[in-house]
């Protein structure tokens, strides 16, 4: 569906894929607070802490599946019958984390992250170019991996995935740029939210996981959500970017000192 949209709404309204993720459910809460409208959009009906998320003036959730074309579309339909008008904003923030070697990696696993992660992006982009038709202006956000800028063992298949979304990043920016609209990236380090607590269960595989970062910690949703926002605001010269938030992962080699040889 393509709407005509002459001039950007105020408030913007914000179309978030991922709602009942860590992430998703962060951006939704920081937008919400900046007075924005918000489409929330998961497979699933919404977690208690979504609850203020409904059927109301400023915000919308929609139970839809974006990893295919029509239920990308089905998200922004949904949008634009209640709002009367097309997303100006979107953040893609639907994914999953599954890691294992590539020798152990069956094709239902890799078709599941490439879904999960690459498809959704796809096709909710293409619904959301399609909702935007020929009207000036927007942004889009969406998230990758530092797996997707340094080889890290065992993640293989999202580090396809997610050098997948970083590419089309940078095609779309090319697209869409001579209408203004603007698309990014973030890259992130492990950050904790329910989706990656797997990784940081007991006090041994937090120390495991957080040694490997220069800052010396995870990240937290509240400062990706504030970035994501960042890269939303209307008034900015970015496109075609992706930024690294990964506490100098991807940036910065410790310095490790040799053990003597006796």
Excluded at 7 to 22: E, F, R
Excluded at 36 to 51: C, F, I, Y
Excluded at 156 to 176: H, N, P, S, T, Y
Excluded at 179 to 185: D, E, F, L, T, Y
């Amino acid at each position: 569906m393509s709407v005509d949209m002459s001039s950007d709404p105020s408030p913007p309204l914000l179309l978030v894929t991922g709602a009942g993720g860590g992430i998703g459910q962060g951006v939704i809460g920081a937008a919400l607070a900046r007075g924005w409208r918000v489409a929330a959009v998961s497979r699933r009906p919404p977690e208690p802490s979504l609850a203020g998320v409904s059927d109301s003036a400023r915000s919308l959730y929609v139970v839809a599946d974006v990893s295919t074309a029509d239920g990308a579309a089905a998200a922004f339909d949904a949008a634009v019958a209640h709002f009367g008008e097309a997303p100006s904003r979107l953040c893609h923030a639907a994914g999953n984390v599954k890691l294992g070697p590539i020798e152990r990696c069956s094709e239902d696993h890799w078709r599941q992250v490439m879904a999960a992660n690459l498809d959704s992006a796809f096709f909710t982009l293409q619904a959301y170019g399609r909702a935007r038709g020929d009207a000036p202006g927007g942004a889009a956000v969406l998230f990758s991996s530092v797996a997707a800028r340094i080889g890290t063992p065992g993640h293989a298949a999202v580090a396809a995935a997610k050098a997948g979304v970083e590419g089309l990043v940078r095609a779309l920016a090319a697209d869409w740029s001579p209408r203004g609209r603007r698309i990014n990236a973030i890259a992130l380090g492990l950050t904790e939210t329910p989706m990656t607590e797997g990784f940081t269960r007991g006090e041994r595989s937090r120390q495991a996981v957080t040694v490997q970062y220069p800052l010396a910690r995870l990240g937290r949703v509240a400062e990706t959500a504030g970035w994501a926002m960042q890269l939303l605001d209307e008034d900015s010269w970015m496109t075609g970017q992706v930024l690294s938030l990964d506490g100098g992962f991807t940036a910065v080699r410790p310095l490790v000192r040799a053990t003597p040889t006796p």
